[in-house]
Each structure stands twice: as structure tokens, then as C-alpha cells.
């Protein structure tokens, strides 16, 4: 599934862990490649390798050996300030916890990335935070604070911080696991727009209800990939709410 549009692009990637007696190999030779305007789930048991690979893709660790391209940039050789960098202006993070300052507001929870990254005048700041927020459908929470939101809507304002400094990707790492069935199915529906307006998404999840809306599942195991499919009839989540698919998950299956 290579092509001269990836995002990602990986070529016999290990890793390799030294515990100083035993040797654990994480990652055993990964070749990936990912295109702009995907939406994909990355699968896997503890242990398989998942969660390395999700480092190794968010520049949150090197691989032992093998290549990464994110976005065309050869990453291995990167120091540490270039790797902090490049996660910045390439890379938007959703995360399970949110990850949401309490004392913040919505709106200054999503600006924070802008300040770290951007010289810019207060005013673009602004004008790409309010454009952020609306984009998950929140501008009229801008002023409410963490507290003050469903879990719902706090993971949708970090959703909005991901992709303020319009990033090459966004990497949610399990993003719905601590939401309920509704409010998960609300999330994936969010995605899917944002897929809809050309994000790429690539998302970490154990859940196959939830990998059942993206369209491409790469599935992990001992270190290897070993399945990696096109989805051709991928879940519409806001068909599945309209419809109230969230009281039961009995038909949430794999699409074929």
C-alpha cells in the first residue's frame, strides 16, 4: 500500500530492548507505509508491538535499526530539540486521559501548542484556536473549563489542540477508552469528518467496534504485522447515532 503520497513511511524498522541480561525484540523488521488522507486502526494485544510502533511514529523513540520518513524527513537521524520540532509542526496527539490543563480554559488549552511553536501575532493565534475548537464543534465552549465539560466534549477540545498547528497526521492513542458507547461512537463520528476534510488519521485502539470506522486495519503481532486490510464498507458513526446503533454493539463488527 506504498505510494509517493505517505505521510509514513517505514522500511524494515526493529526495535530492539536491553534489560542488560534479556534482550526483548519489540519490533521485528516493519515495513508501512501510510497516505495522506488516510483513516487507519492500529491493532494489537499487549505485547505485540503496537504501542512501540506508536512511539516510533509519534517521534517519542528511535528504532533500532531500518528507516522512518514522516512527511519526507528521514527522522532517525534527528537529535532531540529536531525530534521535539518535528512533533510539533508534523504531529497533532490525542490521547485516552485528555491530557487537558484543569485550570485552563477550552480555549487556552488549545492555543497552547501555537505558543510553544509559532512567532506569531496574538491576533493568528486567536483566529487558529477559534478555528480549531470549531472544527470539533465546540466555539461556543471557549470559555468553559475542563470541569465544566462532558467527557465527550473535553476529548473534542483535545482533538481541537491536535490539530491547531495543522499537523501532518493525527495520532489518537486509544482515544475512546475512557468514554462510554455513545460518547465513543460521537468521537469516531468527529474523525471521520475531519478525515472527511483531509486529516490523516491513524488511530491506536484494542476495540474492533472502534477500528470498524476507520478504512485500513493494521493488526500487530509478536513484532510483526500481520494483517493489513481495506476496509470497503467502513461504520458511518453519524449514521450508527442517528439510527441509536449505540444501545447495542451486538452488530459492531469488522466490516468487510
Given amino acids: 500500500m506504498s505510494s509517493d503520497k505517505a505521510v509514513i513511511r517505514t522500511e524494515r524498522v526493529t526495535k530492539i530492548y536491553d534489560s542488560g541480561e534479556v534482550q526483548v525484540e519489540a519490533l521485528k523488521g516493519i515495513d508501512l507505509s501510510i497516505d495522506s488522507g488516510e483513516m487507519v486502526a492500529i491493532m494489537g494485544a499487549s505485547g505485540s508491538g503496537k504501542s512501540t510502533m506508536l512511539n516510533i511514529l509519534g517521534c517519542l523513540d528511535h528504532p533500532s535499526s531500518g528507516d522512518y520518513y514522516l512527511d519526507g524527513i528521514h527522522v532517525n537521524d534527528l537529535n532531540h530539540d529536531q525530534l521535539a520540532d518535528i512533533r510539533n509542526k508534523k504531529i497533532g496527539f490525542v490521547f485516552q486521559g485528555f491530557n487537558l490543563l484543569a485550570r485552563t480554559s477550552a480555549f487556552e488549552n488549545v492555543e497552547l501548542p501555537l505558543l510553544y511553536t509559532r512567532n506569531a501575532p496574538d491576533q493568528d493565534i486567536d483566529l487558529l484556536t477559534r478555528q480549531a475548537l470549531d472544527r470539533v464543534g465546540l466555539a461556543d465552549r471557549a470559555h468553559h473549563f475542563p470541569n465544566q465539560l462532558s467527557g465527550g466534549q473535553q476529548q473534542r477540545v483535545a482533538i481541537a489542540r491536535s490539530l491547531v498547528n495543522q499537523p501532518a497526521m493525527v495520532l489518537a492513542d486509544e482515544p475512546t477508552g ?28 484494542h476495540e474492533h467496534d472502534i477500528a470498524a470506522y476507520c478504512r485500513r486495519i493494521i493488526e500487530f503481532r509478536d513484532g510483526w504485522i500481520i494483517r493489513d486490510i481495506e476496509v470497503s464498507r467502513p461504520h458511518d458513526a453519524a449514521k450508527d447515532l442517528e439510527a441509536g446503533r449505540w444501545k447495542t454493539s451486538a452488530d459492531q463488527g469488522v466490516p468487510s
Fill in 178 to 205: 475512557n468514554l462510554d458507547t455513545r460518547t465513543s461512537i460521537e468521537i469516531m463520528a468527529t474523525f471521520q469528518e475531519l478525515n472527511r476534510q483531509g486529516i490523516t488519521i491513524i488511530l491506536v485502539t
